[in-house]
Each structure stands twice: as structure tokens, then as C-alpha cells.
């Protein structure tokens, strides 16, 4: 948190994973590896993955080193994806369950998590105020295209 402070940032995004999560492995080979979605998080992020089973030691925003499969557990972390966007404070400012499935939608997520959207209205509503249309469980641009 202290390099999101002095770099200026928005906070932290922390990816809670798992190993076996097939829907963790699909966000980390069809959105995370896009140039355009890391460019776009670490600009305004700093950017950590949790696998929730792990023990790998971590320091929490008290100062406490404690293995990660135990920091996933004190914020209440009990499946995967989760995607916990906390403030420079250390308070967690939104938490999205579950998959996102383009880069797309990945990038609308910040985008309405960076404009505190989240005071007014549930992320479905904004993705839809700004164009994105859900097929087949999928935010997709209105010309279908979500590649």
C-alpha cells in the first residue's frame, strides 16, 4: 500500500485464485496477459495475486505476516475468482465475484470502480449505460465483437 501511496495510485487490486480454478486460469490466459489491461491496472493499481490455498507469506495492511491461504481467510475470501479493489486507506472499496470473462468487461470493471460507480448503481447497470450489451453471460460490445 505504501507503493500505492507514493506512486499516486488508486489503491490495490487483489486477485484471489486458486490453482485449480479453471475460471482463474481463463482470466489469467484471455484478459490478464492483454497489454492493454495491464497497462490500464498498473497505471492506476498496484496489482497482487492471492491464491487462497497458499504460503506464500504476505504482509496485511496492519503490518501482520501471515501465509496467503490466512490473509484470504481473515478478509472472508472462500472461493475464486474474487476481485477485492481496496483504497490507499486499506478499506476495501469493492469486491466483484466470480469470472470476467473479456478483457472488455475486465476494463469496464475498473473504469467503474475508478469513477466510484459503485455508490449509485450495481456493475451490470453501468456496463449497460455504457454499451456493453450481456450475451451468453458475456459483455460484449454492441457490434458483438468481444475479443
Not at 489469467?28 to 496477459?33: E, I, Y
Not at 472462500?78 to 465475484?97: C, K, N, Q, W
Not at 475486465?106 to 475508478?114: A, D, N, R, S
Not at 449497460?128 to 458483438?144: D, H, I, L, N, S
Amino acid at each position: 500500500m505504501e507503493t500505492a501511496r507514493a506512486e499516486g495510485k488508486l489503491g490495490m487490486l487483489l486477485f484471489f485464485e486458486a490453482e485449480a480454478c479453471t475460471f482463474c486460469e481463463h482470466m489469467r490466459r484471455k484478459v490478464f496477459n492483454q497489454v492493454r489491461v495491464q497497462d490500464w491496472y498498473r497505471a492506476r493499481f498496484v496489482n497482487i495475486a492471492v491464491d487462497i490455498h497458499g504460503d506464500v507469506e504476505l504482509s496485511d495492511f496492519d503490518g501482520i505476516t501471515l501465509p496467503s491461504k490466512v490473509f484470504a481467510e481473515h478478509r472472508k475470501i472462500f472461493m475464486t475468482p474474487v476481485m477485492s479493489f481496496v483504497g490507499t486507506d486499506g478499506a476495501e472499496i469493492y469486491r466483484h465475484l466470480g469470472m470476467v470473462k473479456t478483457p472488455e468487461e475486465f476494463l469496464l470493471l475498473g473504469e467503474y470502480v475508478e469513477g466510484r460507480h459503485y455508490f449509485n448503481m450495481e456493475f451490470r447497470v453501468f456496463a449497460e449505460r455504457q454499451g456493453m450489451q450481456k450475451q451468453e453471460g458475456v459483455y460484449v460490445t454492441p457490434a458483438g465483437d468481444s475479443e
